[in-house]
Nanobody
Framework: QVQLVESGGGLVQAGGSLRLSCAVS????????MGWYRQAPGRLRELVAR???????NYADSVKGRFTISRDGAKNTLYLQMNSLKPEDTAVYYC?????????WGQGTQVTVSS
């Protein structure tokens, strides 16, 4: 059974940093496209960043240069380093794993950025 468990969210002032973690069990990171999504109140869930099985990364334009996605195969954990946070980054952040057959989501972690 695949499980994704996010942690690291919280309240931070604008300009601050947070690092989100997603502990993965039941599958390995390198066999999936791993991604971070976010959903703000009243808005659709959107892709923030993803890392492909080969290691290449993609970012939403709104976070380029501020966020960094990475993975640790030994720990089977996905990370999202978020710097220079802005109030508009406030959302629930979700970890996602997707392969040819299946897609999995974590329960989400709240990130709130105060101005």
């Amino acid at each position: 059974q695949v499980q994704l468990v996010e942690s690291g969210g919280g309240l931070v002032q604008a300009g601050g940093s947070l690092r989100l973690s997603c502990a993965v069990s039941g599958t390995t990171l390198s066999t999936n496209v791993m991604g971070w999504y976010r959903q703000a109140p009243g808005r659709l869930r959107e892709l923030v960043a993803r890392i492909l099985s080969g290691g290449s990364t993609n970012y939403a334009d709104s976070v380029k240069g501020r966020f960094t996605i990475s993975r640790d195969g030994a720990k089977n954990t996905l990370y999202l380093q978020m710097n220079s946070l802005k109030p508009e980054d406030t959302a629930v952040y979700y970890c996602n794993a997707r392969n040819y057959l299946n897609e999995y989501w974590g329960q989400g972690t709240q990130v709130t950025v105060s101005s």
